[in-house]
């Protein structure tokens, strides 16, 4: 039914009744798409580098025309571009950073929480939404903080908010002169942190051996006057290590600091039903905090993160009140109050995916999951050790290996994961340990096989001089 007299219908929406209905065909062309652009890329990254990619989608024309192609063109030209210029996490060879490949099963679960569009800041927004988060989060720190009934964790959109939000926490309880210590292995996101809230500049403690040293952090807490914050990290962005979590809340303990983990690597392995998963984070649940990215090692689309904690008390500092949204009232008759569950108003529904993964797999699928990925790791590093042309790092700890060429230079090595780049022939990190540059392989597609990383370490080999076009 047109709008006004003369003039197009308007577009339908995604929800309510009708919506299934006019997303069918919209869903049919965005897989068609989809496909195409695959097939187009013909690897895990378009070849020809950011001039190639530039000049594809300046070719679309006018981003903002005056008249509209029409819904199904619109989608079929930019999804088939977007699939064709991706760097696509699904393909075995796109190993350079902490970018998991969806599930199908998340990501078609993130498509209801946009047809729904529910907004977490207040119930009358997001019933169901709420009710289900605030039921996942509460048994996702039970399953981080083992026997605490009162552990509760809050969403969040990874591991920079979540360690935004656990200093945020240190300071409304020590103050504005609170320490900040961590590891030189940490993520650029808790000095950061401290910047943004105001605090003293973070203190980074050498980690020489890749891992902060319990012995270090004594000596320094010992010297470290007031209140103090220790940031541990469980999964390191360069190389996947994890800090010996008990030994340093043990140090913690001695100097009354708290702990705050970043586990947005590591953490997913606390989850697994695996024992053998879990035996590396030994001590994280004595965190006061710890963090935890599911669109890492959960096979979540982006955003699925997390902050937790082992008593939901700690979280009160965040409370806020805004009568359009929690009017006193309103929470005294018994409608749940959502603004103290983040400093963000809007906020989707990111939980139901994470819901739908672990009903649908349950903690033993997960574990596969994680074990595939691993042991693809283990497979990587036993065919660089055993190779007569290249040196490796060290066996890895969760699914990162950093790697170089035997007696490679640095700059060659640089030349050689940009020619790999610009070639659409892989992606490949890079790291700087023991003073030297390596390249980093991170495997998070379980379905790695071993000719996928036979084809690799021949790309490694003699790497092609040309595009794969």
Known sequence: MPAHPGHPPLPPLAGGPPGPAALRPLLDTVLDALAAGARDRRGPLPAGGPQAVAAAIAALGDVLPTTGTGAAEALSTLVHALAAGAADPADPLCAAHLHCPPLALAAAADLAASVLNASLDSWDQAPAASTLEAALTRALAA????????????????????????????????????????????????????????LPPATALPTPTGTLDPATLDQALAATPGPALVTATAGTTDAGLIDPLDALADVCDRHHADLHVDAAYGGALALSSDPRHRTPLHGIERARSLTLDLHKLGWQPVAAGLLAVPDDTLLAPLAHQADYLNAADDTEAGLPDLLGRSLRTTRRADALKIAVTFR??????????????????RRLAALLEAHPHFELHAAPTLSTVLFRPTGARDEDLAALRRRLLHGGHAVLGRATADGRLWLKATLLNPHTTAADLDTLVRLLEKPPEGTHR
């Open 143 to 198: 399953a981080l903080y083992p026997g605490r009934p009162t552990a509760d964790a809050l969403v969040t959109t990874g591991g920079t908010e979540s360690n935004q939000l656990a200093l945020l926490l240190a300071r409304e309880r020590h103050g504005p002169h609170l320490t900040v210590l961590h590891g030189a292995n940490a993520h650029h996101s808790v000095p950061r942190a401290a910047w943004l809230l105001g």
């Open 360 to 377: 649908a797999l349950g903690r033993d699928g997960i574990g596969q999951l994680i074990e595939a990925t691993l042991e693809a790791a």
